[in-house]
């Protein structure tokens, strides 16, 4: 769809790029041109994704750095040893956590689990990186991956759904602000697309991924490469118009019915019992 050569030269941090969508958008950056930082919690995943990467081709080489971004020590160290090489051009933001649970059953640390990572980790990347690219005065790229209820809200996700919305909310606030600066951040908010992490936590039982194939228009779940040649547009310089914007690519599921998983109150009591995390 695009020329080889149309990330070439540039240095990409993709958080959570050990798994799932950032593992493929990670992938595809990397087979256009780009420099890949991927980076997450778990060091052993990230590694193997690296070895399994760059044994396919001569693409530039993707490396990784363990960081929790949860943790803005542990982000500044991150983005420093990213920088101490020359400076980062796009940052993307991947990493996540979510669950499905009725509202009122969720625990303070089970709200801040969500927005630890959704809210605040994405906040101090994006402002680690955003001061650097200030002061050296260097053009940057931010491409956040929210959801559609960022904006429509959604039962049983609450704390995802209320940590979307503030990145949503970052991304529109920073454009301007930092827009001056050459700096653009967009958003792409997607609607199902099949992977290991989402679906374990997401989709407890097969019916209901069924579910979210039949009640989208297109009667299907999103393919990783429709998700990953809009991200390598938007962060690439043939977007460079594009400034403040949230890309949805959910088969035009959230006008079919706002709120992701509105339809779980068909679920029963025993139903949420099954599902609740087991006491350590
Ligand atoms: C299917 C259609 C697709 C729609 C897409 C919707 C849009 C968004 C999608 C996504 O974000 S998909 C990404 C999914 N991937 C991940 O979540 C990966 C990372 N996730 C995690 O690490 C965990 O799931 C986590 C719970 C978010 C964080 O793990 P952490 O180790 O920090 O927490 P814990 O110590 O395990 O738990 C803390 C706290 O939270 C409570 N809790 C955990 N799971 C649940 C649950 N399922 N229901 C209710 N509460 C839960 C847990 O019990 C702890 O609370 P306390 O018991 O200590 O009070
Ligand atoms: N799949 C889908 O249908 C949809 C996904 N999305 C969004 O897409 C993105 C990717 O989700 P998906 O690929 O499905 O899920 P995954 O679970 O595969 O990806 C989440 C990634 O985030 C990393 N991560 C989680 N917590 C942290 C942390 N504290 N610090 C650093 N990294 C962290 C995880 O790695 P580790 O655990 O090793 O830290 C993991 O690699 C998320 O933003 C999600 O909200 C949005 C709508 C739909």
Redesign the pocket.
């Known amino acids: 769809m695009y020329k080889d050569d149309l990330l070439a030269g540039k240095k990409v941090l993709v958080t ?1 790029g050990g798994t ?1 969508l950032g593992r493929s958008m990670a992938e595809h950056f990397r087979r256009l041109g780009a420099a890949v930082v991927i980076c997450g ?1 778990r060091q052993d995943v990230l590694a193997q994704t690296c070895e399994e990467v760059n044994a396919r081709d001569d693409a530039p080489e993707m490396t990784w750095k363990g960081c929790d971004i949860r943790d803005a020590q542990a982000v500044h160290d991150m983005v420093e040893a990213i920088w101490s090489d020359g400076p980062l051009d796009v940052l993307v933001n991947n ?7 009725r509202s009122h ?6 709200v ?3 927005l ?3 809210l605040h980790g994405t906040s101090y990347v994006t402002l680690a990186c955003g001061k650097r690219w200030l002061a050296g005065e260097h053009a940057g790229n931010v491409l956040s991956i929210v ?1 559609s ?1 960022a904006w429509t809200g959604s039962a049983y ?1 609450l704390p ?1 759904a209320m940590a ?1 919305a503030g990145v949503l909310a970052m991304t529109r606030s920073l454009a301007v602000e930092w827009g001056p600066h050459g700096i653009r951040l967009n958003a792409i908010a ?4 099949p ?1 290991k ?7 407890p039982r097969p019916e ?2 069924e579910r ?1 194939e039949q009640k989208n228009p297109l009667r299907r ?1 999103g393919r990783h490469e429709e998700l990953t040649n809009l991200a390598c547009y938007l962060i690439s310089d043939q977007s460079g118009y594009v400034n403040g914007e949230v890309v949805t690519i959910d088969g035009g599921e959230w006008l079919q019915g706002a709120g ?2 509105n339809f779980l109150s068909e679920m029963t009591d025993g139903d949420w019992e099954a ?3 087991k ?2």
């Open positions: 959570g799932g919690r990493a996540a956590g979510n669950f499905i649970s059953e969720l625990s303070s640390r089970a801040d689990a969500v630890g990572i959704v959801t209820y996700v995802s979307k997607p609607g199902p697309f992977t992490g989402a679906w374990e936590r997401l989709v209901l991924a979210f779940a992701q998983f599902i609740k995390p006491k350590k």
